[in-house]
């Protein structure tokens, strides 16, 4: 992946302090990470970066509409997403990610790359599971909803011995 130039945090020369970045994501940030999941983004974010003479604390927040299609009927709908995130960024002798709440900066850098954060952010802000809202309270009119409760199995009642009927045709098998 290319480097996104503007998602780039120019830490060098800022005073201690608390310092605000704003982000600005779209379809094209996506892109760029070759993610297809969703049918469009418009979401904004903020760093707000405190810079200490020893170490850095980032504190993300985004906002935002995620277009997706529903799990169930496959029929798009927007997603309201708000979600945040913190990590300290140290400085050590090598570059290292391993931990999610920890990023070491070589000794001597001066910026880093806030668009993998941003993306995780996004990413694993949408649930597992997408479901139309109007699935969940039955106001959505769907041609695939309409063929899932036709094709909805029966609710016959048990028989007098208190068990599925369709099952006592097999029962007569084994006799």
């Given at each position: 992946m290319e480097r996104l130039s503007e998602f780039e945090v120019k830490f060098s020369g800022l005073?201690?302090?608390?310092h605000r970045f704003e982000f600005s994501i779209t379809d094209k940030f996506f892109e760029e990470f070759e993610y297809e999941d969703f049918n469009s983004v418009?979401?904004?974010?903020?760093?707000?970066?405190?810079?200490?003479?020893?170490?850095?604390?980032?504190h993300f927040v985004m906002q935002g509409q995620i277009n997706l299609n529903c799990d169930?009927?496959?029929?798009?709908?927007?997603?309201?997403?708000?979600?945040?995130?913190?990590?300290v960024i140290k400085f050590g002798?090598?570059?290292?990610?391993?931990?999610?709440?920890?990023?070491?900066?070589?000794?001597g850098a001066h910026s880093f790359d806030a668009?993998?954060?941003?993306?995780?952010?996004l990413v694993l802000s949408i649930p597992q599971k997408r479901v139309h809202p109007g699935v969940e309270d039955g106001t959505l009119d769907s041609e695939i909803l309409?063929?899932?409760e036709e094709l909805r199995p029966s609710q016959e009642k048990p028989s007098q011995n208190g068990t599925d009927p369709r099952w006592d045709v097999l029962k007569k098998l084994k006799e």
């Amino acid at each position: 992946m290319e480097r996104l130039s503007e998602f780039e945090v120019k830490f060098s020369g800022l005073k201690d302090g608390v310092h605000r970045f704003e982000f600005s994501i779209t379809d094209k940030f996506f892109e760029e990470f070759e993610y297809e999941d969703f049918n469009s983004v418009d979401a904004s974010a903020e760093l707000i970066l405190q810079k200490k003479p020893t170490l850095m604390e980032a504190h993300f927040v985004m906002q935002g509409q995620i277009n997706l299609n529903c799990d169930v009927t496959n029929e798009p709908f927007d997603l309201d997403i708000a979600h945040s995130f913190d990590f300290v960024i140290k400085f050590g002798p090598d570059f290292s990610d391993d931990h999610e709440d920890l990023l070491v900066l070589p000794h001597g850098a001066h910026s880093f790359d806030a668009s993998h954060h941003l993306y995780e952010l996004l990413v694993l802000s949408i649930p597992q599971k997408r479901v139309h809202p109007g699935v969940e309270d039955g106001t959505l009119d769907s041609e695939i909803l309409n063929k899932l409760e036709e094709l909805r199995p029966s609710q016959e009642k048990p028989s007098q011995n208190g068990t599925d009927p369709r099952w006592d045709v097999l029962k007569k098998l084994k006799e």
